[in-house]
């Protein structure tokens, strides 16, 4: 069933027009994402689909009694209730029910109605009724969901009767968001949901989605959660909405791909116009050939030929050098505390950093992450522990928050003022690089967006030339383009890299080293984002296995009680295996179904005749086939464990 059809929808500010032409469909159950830069009209189409903002033309189509639910990127809930009252707004009818299934009740028990066949009859049909359908649209587990809901927002017991008036703003935004998803819309919009989430709430939201009951439609810039969640995206790039199929990794290469073969096409499609042109030009004015001239002049005017194919919009284009190689040793702490004043927000921290080495520095939201990177800059003393620092260490510090930018110095002059030495052209080279040009520069930096003053701290950072790199959440604030011109700039960084960060996509391609950072110390993980999810499961599945053994070997006094939790625990890792075990034949199955069906489609004589159709047709095969490989892998080693739990 189609939820939204967007039919050539025109929108302009003033002379500037933002969309021209915007098509979109979604269907139920749809998982689909828009994409593009920052400025290209994501945030408008979706307030004009979400009622928020009229269109100068085109068609917004939608069933009337469609629900629909829209989280702003700015939002501010304000509210005189506390957590809990404010979810239960939510569930308005079902307290309404409740109130009617109670009445109903004292009404059976009345004596004058119940030695009344014909009025009990009446009452009790009217009671089931209720009752069937108040269980049906869950009537008896809304408290429970917000709870679970809430949960995963990290909101818990002790925050429920908490005013709303005294939460902070990203909190807010989580509640707010914790509201959409309870209040489950037929048609949810999303428009940066992953701001203010931690990694945690991050992978608890993505599973969350992935099951939601309605369609879905997220403009976000964070990669790992569109590759997880979403499976279809429409790019939004000089006014015009463009759509791909698959999740973001897989719109990549297909962009990649349609740009390849357009660009062949309108190559193919030149050549033979340039020689329809040479005919025309040669021949018209000779008598004995000017009637083919004007032939194939005619064919010149009628042919509908092919546009230059839309290659990437400007990029910036940078990268960072070192004036000098650190030593081998950069870093080395032991049993250091950080915080503020007396109190610290994390103790026991160790880690050790060398040459060239890239390292993440994860955890929970509060745990004292930008704490760390501040006390190794010494912009924070330690409150406890040692720092030692290598030979020849040159620092440079990005700060997510941008302090060093909260002055009304002009663009031009955040750069020229800190080195005053290098002459103004080259500043405006500089600063060419990171998309400010012309009168650009000679804005004031109050008036920046934050991508805006992202790029103009990164400009600072690269003249630094500084041979350890320390990074608060360095993706804040950037569009997808300038995430990925940011990750190559790194890749190819010749010195060292401490970061913080949440974008799991950005840390996969960037880490060598993962550093759990918890209020009682760290643990290491040599390897990117997914290996270091993958050593944590491993742990905690371990951790419970040895706990169950633990309980298995208590004295038998206990043996009554061990020997139950035991079967509840191990019954509970079996049921959860056996899940899992669902899930990947499911996928195996599907993977199935798609594999057959394109190598049936490779079959047929007019694609298999045509290169340029095969050539992205064989290339998703093979990518299937690897998949399928990947799958079948785990599927056999899930076997193996659920074989040695029934051993």
């Not at 009818?93 to 009445?103: C, I, T, V």
């Not at 967006?449 to 360095?474: I, T």
Request: glycine content about 6%.
């Amino acid at each position: 069933m189609i939820v939204l059809q967007v039919n050539q929808i025109h929108k302009s500010f003033g002379a500037e027009e933002i969309l021209s032409g915007a098509k979109l469909e979604v269907q139920h159950r749809d998982r689909v994402a828009l994409v593009g830069r920052n400025g290209a009209g994501k945030s408008t189409l979706l307030k004009i689909i979400a009622g928020e903002m009229s269109y100068d033309s085109g068609d917004l189509i939608m069933p009337k009694d469609l629900s629909i639910g829209y989280l702003e990127q700015q939002t501010d809930l304000n509210s005189d209730a506390t957590v809990w009252q404010e979810m239960m707004k939510i569930f308005v009818h079902f307290r309404d029910q409740e109130a009617q299934l109670r009445k109903l009740e004292n009404a059976m028990a009345d004596p004058d109605v119940y030695n009344d066949p014909e009025r009990n009859a009446k009452v009790m049909e009217e009671y089931d009724l209720l009752q069937t359908n108040f269980k049906d649209a869950g009537g008896y587990q809304f408290e429970a969901d917000t709870r679970a809901v809430l949960h995963g927002m990290k909101f818990y017991p002790e925050d429920f009767d908490k005013k709303i008036v005294s939460l902070s703003g990203g909190q807010k935004t989580r509640l707010m968001l914790a509201k959409h998803l309870l209040a489950k819309p037929q048609l949810l919009i999303l428009d940066e949901p992953t701001n203010h989430l931690d990694i945690e709430t991050l992978s608890w939201l993505e599973n969350f989605l992935k099951n939601y009951p309605g369609a879905l439609l997220i403009v976000s810039h964070d990669r790992y959660f569109l590759d997880q969640v979403v499976t279809l995206v429409y790019e939004v790039s000089r006014k015009k909405v463009r759509k791909y199929t698959g999740n973001y990794s897989r719109y990549l290469s297909e962009k990649a791909k349609q740009y390849e073969l357009d660009s062949k096409h309108y190559e193919k499609e030149q050549g033979e116009k340039a020689k329809l042109e040479d005919y025309v030009a040669r021949n018209l004015v000779r008598a004995s050939t000017t009637k083919m001239a004007q032939s194939r002049r005619r064919v010149l005017e009628k042919t509908d030929w092919m546009d230059a194919p839309e290659g990437d919009e400007k990029s910036a284009r940078f990268g960072f050098e070192i004036k000098k190689q650190s030593g081998n040793d950069v870093l080395n702490i032991q049993s250091l505390s950080v915080g503020y004043g007396d109190q610290a927000v994390s103790k026991n921290v160790s880690l050790k950093l060398y040459r060239t080495e890239s390292l993440a520095l994860v955890g929970p939201n509060g745990v004292g992450k930008s704490t760390l990177l501040k006390t190794i800059i010494k912009e924070l003393p330690a409150l406890a522990g040692e720092i030692h620092y290598g030979t020849g260490i040159q620092f440079g510090y990005y700060d997510q928050e941008q302090a060093n930018l909260k002055g009304n110095k002009l663009v031009l002059n955040e750069l020229w003022d800190d080195y005053p030495q290098v002459n103004e052209k080259d500043i405006r080279g500089i600063l060419g690089r990171f998309l400010f040009t012309g009168d650009d520069v000679l804005k004031p930096v109050s008036t920046l967006s934050g991508g805006e003053k992202a790029r103009v701290a990164l400009a600072k950072l690269m003249m630094q030339k500084a041979n350890v790199l320390l990074l608060d959440e360095p993706t804040n604030h950037l569009d997808l383009d300038s995430k990925e011109v940011l990750e190559n700039a790194l890749i190819d960084y010749p010195g060292t890299l401490l970061f913080v960060s949440h974008d799991r996509y950005f840390m996969n391609r960037i880490a060598t080293k993962v550093v759990e950072l918890s209020r009682d110390g760290t643990t290491e993980y040599l390897g990117d984002y997914d290996y270091y999810v993958e050593k944590k499961l491993e742990t905690e599945e371990l951790a419970a296995l040895d706990a169950l053994e633990a309980k298995a070997q208590q004295p038998e006094a206990q043996t009554n009680t061990s020997t139950s939790q035991i079967d509840k625990e191990a019954k509970k890792l079996e049921r959860q295996l056996l899940r899992k075990n669902t899930e990947i034949e499911q996928t195996m199955e599907t993977l199935d179904e798609e594999i057959t069906a394109l190598e049936e489609q490779l079959c047929e004589p007019d694609i298999f005749q045509d290169h340029e159709r095969v050539m992205p047709l064989q290339a998703r095969l093979e990518e299937l086939k690897q998949i399928h490989e990947q799958t079948m892998t785990d599927w056999l080693e899930l076997q193996e464990q659920l074989e040695e739990m029934n051993s």
